[in-house]
């Protein structure tokens, strides 16, 4: 049996189940980061995520993107849980005939990006391999009172996103700017709920908040904010590597925030109680369930 | 011009030089571990090691030994600085064919040596890739007082390895138990100055105590441990992969030890004043410099 059989999220979940943590871990396997005791006002994030020519960028795509973007996803990491990205490691396997210039030009991606956000680059490992490979591993901190999980949206929360969906893979997906200034804005100013990046589509992600939080969600097609790059809503809904971040606050705060119309937060539905998933109110006003779907790997 | 022009080391140094840290960061890129800072006692460690398929094991190695592999290695790298290890992420490449049993076999041997060493496991990164790739993080602490870097041999010292060395690509690299054990009773009992793990063979990592110590060394044939899995002394000295501990200890320091008579250290030799760099003296008590060399991935 092979393992496209069962999914990703079916060999996540596999193994997932077989591991056990001691109390130094708050919250391990499952959410965007780790967290960790640290100390007594503060959590330590730890995350991780692997690109793969091929996969996640192409032989032709500009070095200093790639390794911007090995960097960025995991600064999303660290901002869906509302911290700050302190420290990282660099993975990086290349082939034996890789340019000088194309590794110069890796190199200074990941360093401009770790500078831009203050991020200490503190090592990592270097390896040949036949195509080139980069796990970038990230530290973070989070005031323990501003974490913020996929499993804590209620009843009653508005659902936001910071931007426009669908299309990235046309091109923003290398080169989106992680949404550290607008976590550390709700983070300061708000009380969030739930909060998750987009990776993998929203209805996917918007897919594991619903089902971590164990409730159901309404979205409307008439709020949706959807990318000029996408053709259509369904790209919006399923394509991934927008890596917005996709938050519930309760009504209240939510009515303060839209109050402050501040520029790059926009509302697109409802937390409601768990009876099906997620519904689509479309533009008719109609209600359709919104089938699941979204980027997997396998 | 092609990276295998400047080698493995030359990139690294390339790009080490442009790294600035924060006062955070106690030791960062060039140990076996980044320093970070943690609490008043301690430091924490933060490692990285990547493992990829055609170089470090092959299509048929037993997946449940690639798994514990690739675990171990990290915790050797936390061991060479007297620490213990405390959380990891797995960061995952798959072929989609993979078979659902291989994939059993790898976080069997994930789990397996996690839970002998209690590590919590808390989370990582699944990704499709033409080959398998698997790259670990982890985190460890060390008592500030414990901490052992590369930088810190001192003239006069004894140098020690904590086991037999060459010919492990014949299958011990596969099997290895890390040193953390021997670890813990160097820290316990004894001031160690410098220690590294043997991974690119025992004339590049002493080489890399001496450098970075700015001392030199001299080691007896006729003290060396040879595997018997080796082929003659340059496999002990090339070959890599033993993951044994190679440390530096004070000459009193050095006889207590030896007067413990406890199996598993085994002097090889002493640290000198920086002139040469490293010297043989071989069995007919000729003096010999030893030529620099060692696994290097290009």
Redesign the interface.
């Known amino acids: 049996?092979?393992?496209?059989?069962?999914g990703?999220f079916g060999?996540?979940e596999r193994?997932r189940r077989?591991?056990k943590?001691?109390p130094?871990?708050v919250v391990?396997?499952?959410?965007d980061?780790?967290v960790?005791k640290f100390?007594k006002r503060r959590y330590q994030l730890?995350?991780?995520?692997?690109?793969?020519e091929?996969?996640?960028f192409t032989k032709n795509t500009d070095p200093y993107l790639i390794g911007r973007k090995s960097v960025a996803v995991s600064i999303s990491d660290i901002a869906s849980c509302c911290g700050e990205p302190?420290?990282c490691?660099?993975?990086?396997?290349?082939p034996?005939?890789?340019?000088?210039?194309t590794?110069d030009g890796l190199?200074e991606g990941i360093?401009g990006i770790c500078k831009k956000y203050?991020i200490?680059?503190?090592?990592?490992?270097?390896?040949?391999?036949?195509?080139i490979?980069i796990?970038v591993?990230m530290?973070g901190l989070v005031d323990k009172n501003k974490l913020t999980l996929r499993s804590k949206a209620q009843d009653g929360d508005i659902i936001f996103v910071t931007g426009s969906l669908g299309g990235s893979i046309r091109g923003r997906h290398l080169c989106f700017e992680p949404r550290l200034k607008e976590a550390r804005f709700l983070a300061h100013n708000f009380k969030v709920n739930a909060m998750i990046d987009i990776s993998d589509g929203l209805v996917q992600d918007l897919g594991h908040i619903l089902e971590q939080s164990k409730v159901g969600g309404v979205i409307y097609e008439n709020l949706l904010p959807i990318s000029k790059d996408a053709n259509g809503i369904n790209e919006a809904f399923y394509m991934g590597e927008d890596f917005e971040l996709l938050f519930t606050l309760p009504k209240d705060q939510s009515r303060r925030l839209l109050d402050k119309r501040k520029s790059g937060f926009y509302p697109i539905g409802e937390i409601i109680k768990k009876k099906s998933g997620l519904t689509l109110i479309d533009k008719k006003a109609n209600e359709v369930e919104v089938k699941s779907g979204g980027f997997r790997?396998?």
């Open positions: 049996m092979l393992i496209s059989k069962i990703e060999l996540i193994f077989k591991i943590t001691d130094s871990v391990g396997s499952g959410d980061c780790a960790l100390d730890f995350t991780c995520d692997m690109l793969v091929g996969i996640d302190t420290h490691l660099v993975s990086l396997g290349l034996e005939n890789t340019n000088l210039k590794a190199f360093f203050h200490n680059l503190v090592g990592g490992d270097l390896s040949s391999s036949e195509k490979v796990d591993s530290l790997h396998f």
